[in-house]
Nanobody, 117 residues
Framework: QVNVVESGGGLVQAGGSLRLSCAAS????????MGWFREPPGKEREFVASIGTSGGWPKYEDSVKGRFTVSTNKARNAVYLQMNNLKPEDTAVYYCYATIQGNIRRWGQGTQVTVSS
């Protein structure tokens, strides 16, 4: 069993910053990729950013490029999302995932990010 837990969400004014953290834990697993999706109010879940845990270029959804930075700590099976210059349209529940062996994706429970105008 692999558990994924996010933290770091909250309420921030437009133009502000937040840093989300996520860690995977369990027994006998290897993470190959970790990343973030988000689910805005009334909308479907959408991709935000991802990164390979052994290196490689990170990937971003177009609307967050230049504002969000995804990074990883493979030793800790952790991924981070630094979010700068936040906008009201970034308001969403942010979900972390970890892709482990067998191309299985494990999800966290989500953390709320609210950006006020």
């Amino acid at each position: 069993q692999v558990n994924v837990v996010e933290s770091g969400g909250g309420l921030v004014q437009a133009g502000g910053s937040l840093r989300l953290s996520c860690a995977a834990s369990g027994r006998s697993f290897v993470t190959y990729e970790m990343g973030w999706f988000r689910e805005p109010p009334g909308k479907e879940r959408e991709f935000v950013a991802s990164i390979g845990t052994s290196g490689g270029w990170p990937k971003y959804e177009d609307s967050v490029k230049g504002r969000f930075t995804v990074s990883t700590n493979k030793a800790r099976n952790a991924v981070y999302l630094q979010m700068n210059n936040l906008k009201p349209e970034d308001t969403a529940v942010y979900y972390c995932y970890a892709t482990i062996q067998g191309n299985i994706r494990r999800w966290g429970q989500g953390t709320q990010v609210t950006v006020s105008s």
